[in-house]
Nanobody
């Protein structure tokens, strides 16, 4: 079992930056892949990006490539989502998630979810 708690959400102006954190507890952090999803009002939850257990492999949705960066610190059991050049369309609730592999997170879906943190980008 893995428990996930996100933090770092808030209100930011268009073009600004924000960093989300996800603290994991329970199963050893370094043995699970991690991902970030987001859900805008009235829309489906979609994958933003994911990172392998070691941190050596990452992938991103086309909409955030070049603007968002996922990283992890396994010593701190924490994964980060650095968001830059934010746009109003990035406004959503952002969820941290965990699974055995990036493939699992991206296809069949994560095994564990955080409660979400709101990110709002004003124009």
């Amino acid at each position: 079992q893995v428990q996930l708690v996100e933090s770092g959400g808030g209100l930011v102006q268009s073009g600004g930056s924000l960093r989300l954190s996800c603290a994991a507890s329970g199963r050893t952090s370094g043995s699970v892949a991690m991902g970030w999803f987001r859900q805008a009002p009235g829309k489906e939850r979609v994958l933003v990006g994911a990172i392998s257990p070691s941190g050596g492999i990452t992938n991103y949705a086309d909409s955030v490539k070049g603007r968002f960066t996922i990283s992890r610190d396994n010593a701190k059991n924490t994964v980060y989502l650095q968001m830059s050049s934010l746009k109003p369309e990035d406004t959503a609730v952002y969820f941290c998630a965990a699974g055995l592999t990036i493939w699992e997170i991206s296809s069949t879906g994560p095994r564990f979810w955080g409660q979400g943190t709101q990110v709002s980008v004003s124009s």
